[in-house]
């Protein structure tokens, strides 16, 4: 069926350096990927997303980038800060059978001081 | 602040009882959708409208019911709940398609006795 593997489930790294987080999704129509960030109590925000028809998408010291042929994608945090600290999702826009959203199962990212 | 509104932001309730969670989208948003968060889950989810037409459905159970009224705002119907329904529920509104940026409410927390 339909699903999204993330991993990996937990990251501690030291401050300033980076992080990267990985999708992969099974359902090769998928042509939507937004990744969210969730601080404890908080609401999922927004951080970046990317099209199927792009291969990496930057925005400050986030970027994403997308293998269609691997079917994977991943998140990249560079010059970590503590207030990175947070759980991240993302999530797979399927357009195959019935249209809906499949989130991965979160990363618990730690960043250290 | 994401402009998104969800009431109340606590409900305490039976096992078989049916509860009713309401959402705003922000001003000139469109599309609303509904996602479940269990405890130290991940997000789940469940289903968008867009103007008023169910647009893409999750999993959602057949004992939950959404629908959205002609003035854009959203609610969720549960019925017959059970404990494993106890969950952070999340209303998000998009300007118009499923792949615009999704804006999160702060989220309703439902729990079942």
Known sequence: G??????????????GDSAVIKCTYSDSASNYFPWYKQELGKRPQLIIDIRSNVGEKKDQRIAVTLNKTAKHFSLHITETQPEDSAVYFCAAWITSGTYKYIFGTGTRLKVLA | DSGVTQTPKHLITATGQRVTLRCSPRSGDLSVYWYQQSLDQGLQFLIQYYNGEERAKGNILERFSAQQFPDLHSELNLSSLELGDSALYFCASSPQGSTDTQYFGPGTRLTVL
Do not use: A, D, G, I
Request: aromatic content about 0%.
């Open chain 1, 2 to 15: 339909e699903n999204v593997e993330q991993h990996p489930s937990t990251l501690s790294v030291q401050e």
